[in-house]
């Protein structure tokens, strides 16, 4: 059965593995060794796909610019699956990256019909405020859709683009779909590739940290990305290939001249194309011509990056949801109610002490177990500790639970008080209440 991704719907993704083959993400496992000092999330398998992280990686080693971007429809509570965005973005800023953090006000509104001033207030009272006291320094950009006028103004490019059918396709629009609705879509891509605009330092790789339910928004952005390119660049068995894809004769001509001045000798020009046969592999050529591109006033657009997380599972079972308060704990939630919906967490335990005691809990399908995972245990050891003292039953639930129902009580109440003074800070980002 095919395993659709949807970005607005309810989405269960049970076996992971499916996305790699159905959609082309590519495992993140073969790319960590090349990270320094790797996230939590990513030694742990909780990023479990990229696409193209590679090129930020480099980028991130070799000391040269790149940028992080994501979003968050301002649209319910800040919960823990938030959280782990939010922390994706901070440890790439932390980690040399320009950071972007679009407030989807635009989405928020079109797409949900919430009202203009209860974008602003959530996104600020929820998301912003969280952010910041996660760690996201003023350094980065944090910005309402509604409110930036290059990103709109990118949106309108990239919507003559993009077609009506493929986004039918993508996203199940019809002719019933709001018409915003579709403009939301382009602005989401605009907010991905915003990052590259000559006044943000022009192309780099940029990653988009997300839940893979989004990633119908990153392939449609990654080829829109390739389709605002004016040239194509191809390596062909011992040359290489220029394709001039909306240049016309002039910047083909222009081009061929270029690559000439940059040192290239054998320089073929043919009508819509030009071969260059000295050159060894593509890449080179690759910069030259986008930088070109740039120069000529295009935009010279590097596909995004994307990184994707596993989901955390509902307290309950299930999805985690927003609209469910028992499946999840919001970052603005009262520590000791929080603490109690820990208590009354899904584990991973037997019917009886007795049967635990013989047959050991199943950590790995425990919701307990997940939120010393994913938020409340940073010690490796500690974790495997955890996980062995389960499997082999000397562990019991309620214990187990205190122990993490105390620690997210701790985390919360630190948070919070982190967030008001965040509030204080909030003009440092440019953000006025
Ligand atoms: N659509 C995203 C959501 O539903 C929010 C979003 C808006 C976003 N712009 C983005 C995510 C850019 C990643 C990148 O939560
Ligand atoms: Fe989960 Fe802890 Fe119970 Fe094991 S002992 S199933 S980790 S709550």
């Not at 696409?51 to 992080?68: C, G, H, L």
């Not at 910047?251 to 819509?272: D, F, N, Q, S």
């Not at 006033?297 to 596993?310: E, I, K, N, T, V």
């Not at 037997?350 to 050991?360: M, P, T």
Request: net charge negative.
């Amino acid at each position: 059965m095919a395993t659709k991704l949807d970005p607005w719907g309810a989405v269960s993704i049970d076996d992971y593995s499916k996305l790699f083959e159905e959609f082309g993400i590519s495992s993140f496992e073969e790319i960590l060794p090349q990270i320094d000092d790797p996230h939590l999330y990513m030694k742990r398998h909780i990023i479990f796909g990229h696409r193209d992280y590679q090129s930020v990686v480099q980028a991130m080693n070799e000391k040269k610019p790149f940028a992080v971007m994501s979003g968050f429809m301002p649209s319910g509570r800040v919960h823990l699956g938030g959280k782990m965005v939010m922390e994706e973005i901070i440890w790439h800023q932390k980690h040399g990256g320009d950071a972007f953090v679009a407030i989807a006000d635009m989405e928020a509104h079109s797409v949900r019909g919430i009202s203009w001033q209860r974008c602003k207030e959530m996104g600020i009272e929820e998301y912003v405020l969280s952010l910041i006291a996660l760690g996201f320094e003023p350094t980065g950009h944090i910005y309402f859709q509604s409110k930036s006028q290059a990103v709109r103004d990118l949106a309108f490019e990239l919507a003559a683009a993009a077609r009506f059918s493929e986004l039918a396709a993508i996203y199940g629009f019809s002719g019933e779909t709001n018409v915003a609705h579709m403009v939301s879509v382009m602005v989401q891509s605009a907010d991905i590739l915003h990052p590259q605009l000559a006044e943000n330092g022009g192309p780099k790789p940029v990653v988009i940290p997300v839940g893979s339910d989004q990633d119908a928004h990153i392939r449609l952005t990654r080829d829109l990305a390739s389709r605002m390119r004016k040239f194509l660049v191809e390596e062909r068995e011992g040359y290489v290939s220029l394709r001039g894809k909306a240049a016309g004769s002039d910047l083909i001509e222009a081009a061929a001249a270029h690559l000439k001045e940059m040192g290239y000798k054998k320089v073929k020009r043919y009508e819509e194309h030009i071969d260059v046969f000295d050159a060894k592999d593509a890449g080179r050529v690759e910069e030259l011509m986008r930088e070109f591109e740039v120069e000529q006033g295009g935009y010279g657009f590097m596909p995004p990056a994307s990184l994707y997380h596993r989901f955390m599972t509902g307290l309950t079972g299930g999805k985690m949801s927003s609209s469910k308060p028992d499946s999840h704990i919001a970052l603005t939630e009262d520590p000791e109610e929080a603490a109690k919906k820990v208590m009354r967490a899904l584990t991973g335990g037997r019917q009886s002490l007795a049967e635990q005691k013989k047959l050991g809990g199943e950590p790995d399908k425990c919701t307990v177990y997940e939120l010393m995972l994913f938020h409340l245990s940073d010690d490796e050891d500690e974790l495997k500790e955890i996980f062995e003292e389960c499997k082999s039953g000397e562990r019991m639930c309620g214990t187990c639970k205190k122990e993490a129902a105390e620690r997210i009580k701790q985390f919360l109440t630190e948070h919070q008080r982190e967030r008001e003074i965040a509030r204080e800070r909030l003009p440092e980002y440019g953000i006025k209440k």
